[in-house]
């Protein structure tokens, strides 16, 4: 089963909303990541989880917190969102290290 | 760092073979994964050369020269649904990894 779960599939929210991407996996992988891709480009790395801890954030605004509350987990918490940060937000899982990460479908995220 | 280039777009026709070639610049190299995506979809996972040589899964090839800082993808027997954008990608340290601009392969009858 190399299978990593999102949802939702699409959202719409305004500048002032706040709203919560989730993201599962059931492969034991320890290391979840969270990207954002725009259109015609390679998807860009936002977080990296490594055992559950934030091990790698890629100066990335406040705007987004994410959060691993176990190993299958991870939240992406949107707040005060800009209409740039419309994209496709995929989430990732891999055992970690150099080992081949597993994207999700990916939450397609609109900010009006 | 790392730096990857691949070609920005691909025609092929359908029934034909084409190579997706990825030319890379790294600090630091540990292999070359390829993903396939759809328009409106997911990166979907391909195929990873650790090693330098071909890779074989199904109408799907890849290889791996380390000493060219090279790598291709070669997909057989052109179908319709194989028109997608096609990344390479090279894992780095700290479970970063670094992606090739992608290249949009389109398929015609």
């Known amino acids: 089963d190399t299978e990593v779960t999102q949802t939702p599939k699409h959202l719409v929210m305004g500048m002032t909303n706040k709203k919560s991407l989730k993201c599962e996996q059931h492969m034991g992988h320890r290391a979840m990541y969270w990207y954002k891709q725009k259109a015609k480009k390679p998807p860009e790395l936002m977080f990296v989880y490594s055992y559950e801890k934030l091990s790698i954030n890629e100066s990335v605004p406040s705007r987004f917190s994410p959060e691993c509350p176990n190993s299958s987990l991870l939240n992406l918490h949107l707040h005060a969102l800009q209409p740039e940060d419309s994209a496709l937000y995929l989430c990732?899982?891999?055992?970690?290290?150099?080992?081949?990460?597993?994207f999700g479908p990916g939450t397609r995220l609109t900010v009006l | 760092g790392q730096s990857l280039e691949q070609p920005s777009e691909v025609t092929a026709v359908e029934g034909a073979i084409v190579q997706i070639n990825c030319t890379y610049q790294t600090s630091g190299f540990y292999g070359l994964s390829w993903y396939q995506q759809h328009d409106g979809g997911a990166p979907t996972f391909l195929s990873y050369?650790?090693?330098?040589g071909l890779e074989e899964t199904g109408r799907f090839s890849s290889f791996l020269s380390r000493s060219d800082s090279y790598g291709y993808l070669l997909l057989q027997e052109l179908q319709m649904k194989d028109s997608a954008s096609y990344f390479c990608a090279a894992p780095g340290g700290y479970q970063k990894v670094t992606f090739g601009i992608g290249t949009k392969l389109q398929v015609i009858p």
């Open positions: 050369n650790a090693l330098d």
């Open positions: 990732a899982s891999s055992q970690g290290g150099t080992d081949t990460q597993y």
